[in-house]
């Protein structure tokens, strides 16, 4: 059974994917028409004019489908802008892989984005005919691809069987046809090796930067808790027992009493230094796993939290610790300022990713230059070469998406 929905949810995820390439295959198509135009053109000199808007063009419409493969696998770098000049343009190797792409996805893109809205379409219609083939007028044929002349129930099961064998089909090559479609997107925008590399590097250092300062905003921390909280608690608990031993000789009840307050003091700094100490890396991640400790802050959120996690298998402390402060950061973000009703977590591994996904459905309009704690979760999460996606239009839901690589 566990096989089964695995396979459903693998066809539905393939299906999405799918229709959104048929969007950008027809974006496609419209690029390379206009291009056929503007090469007639070219043949009486006028489309000369027309060349750099139609790389423009094309540069926009690879640029939606990098958008999608990012989102549903690696990221695909965006180049720069199409060089000026006709020359410089056509000479640049990033347009003219964009010129073989739009071809290639034009063509295969729709093909396979059809076939597969196609699929499904057939699959209900002919499944769903014994139910309602006497709607049909006397001795019609069925809808679709159906040959044989629909004369009773027995000729209305069987194109019903036909549905179940498109059903079947399309749950079988749903995901084949996904990967056939990204394919040449997969393997003509992506960067020029030289380039991707040097991007890279600049991605790399920024990130490094960033990790760098995140560590000092830590530290900064730490040393703040430690010293506004937990010292000033031992500095008390250091003259409470000064005070006491000199109250000891004169007046042993009153000593009792200062004993008592060092020792409450000396409790409240335990407490306060348990704290730090989870706040760098939390013990329940050892003791309960990544699940654990989720669960742990789903039920302790003022907002009523629905919580979903599909890991079946430990991933690094480093990734776990950094999804533990991600989901615990964005529930304190929810609490403080979504003025929500509900909100939703759901953390799954696919491959070598793990991905985190936090939903509420508050006010929305979540702004990370207005302080709202996404910056330092973005911080957090490029540390680990990782990726973070954040939609909140105003009047919500406020989504957050968080990739990280795990390792296979």
């Given at each position: 059974m566990e096989h089964v929905r695995g396979r459903v949810r693998a066809s539905v995820d393939a299906l999405e994917h799918l229709v959104g390439g048929l969007g950008t295959a027809v974006l496609a198509l419209g690029a390379l028409l206009g291009a056929l135009v503007v090469a007639a053109a070219c043949l009486g000199g006028v489309g000369l004019l027309l060349v750099p808007g139609l790389l423009q063009a094309v540069r926009t419409v690879a640029d939606r489908e990098r958008a999608r493969l990012s989102h549903w696998g690696p990221p695909v770098p965006t180049p720069g802008p199409v060089p000026q000049g006709l020359r410089p343009a056509l000479r640049d190797p990033v347009v003219r892989r964009e010129l073989r792409w739009v071809v290639a996805h034009g063509l295969l893109g729709f093909a396979t984005g059809l076939l597969a809205l196609v699929l499904p379409l057939y699959a209900v219609q002919d499944t769903t005919f014994p139910l309602w083939y006497r709607l049909l007028p006397p001795g019609a044929g069925a809808p679709g691809i159906v040959w044989w002349r629909i004369d009773g129930l027995p000729d209305a099961l069987a194109?019903?069987?036909l549905g179940v064998g498109w059903l079947a089909?399309?749950?079988t090559i749903g995901p084949r046809l996904a990967r056939l479609q990204a394919w040449?997107?997969?393997?003509?925008?992506?960067?020029?090796?030289?380039?991707?590399l040097s991007l890279r590097v600049?991605?790399?250092?920024?990130?490094r930067a960033a990790a760098?300062?995140?560590h000092a905003v830590e530290l900064r921390r730490i040393e703040r808790s430690l010293h506004d909280g937990t010292q000033n608690r031992l500095v008390a608990v250091n003259v409470l027992l000064g005070a006491a031993r000199r109250a000891l000789r004169r007046d042993p009840a009153r000593a009792d009493e200062i004993l008592e307050r060092a020792q409450s003091a000396a409790e409240q700094a335990l407490g306060e230094l348990r704290t730090v100490v989870r706040g760098i890396l939390p013990p329940v991640l050892d003791d309960r796993g990544l699940a654990g400790a989720l669960a742990g802050l789903a039920a302790?959120?003022?907002?009523?939290?629905?919580?979903?996690?599909?890991?079946?298998?430990?991933?690094a402390a480093a990734v776990e610790a950094t999804a533990y402060f991600v989901v615990a950061e964005a529930l304190t973000n929810v609490v403080r300022h979504a003025g929500a009703d509900a909100v939703d977590?759901?953390?799954r591994r696919e491959a070598d990713r793990l991905l985190v996904t936090v939903?509420?459905?508050?006010?929305?309009d979540a702004d990370e230059t207005r302080g709202s704690g996404l910056t330092g979760i973005r911080r957090r999460v490029e540390a680990y070469d990782g990726r973070m996606t954040v939609t909140s239009p105003p009047g919500g839901p406020t989504r957050m998406h968080v990739e990280l690589p795990c390792g296979s």
């Open positions: 194109v019903g069987l089909l399309a749950l040449p997107g997969r393997r003509l925008l992506p960067l020029p090796p030289g380039v991707d600049a991605e790399l250092t920024a990130t760098l300062d995140a302790e959120c003022a907002v009523p939290c629905r919580l979903r996690v599909d890991v079946d298998v430990r991933c977590v759901a953390v939903r509420d459905d508050g006010r929305g």
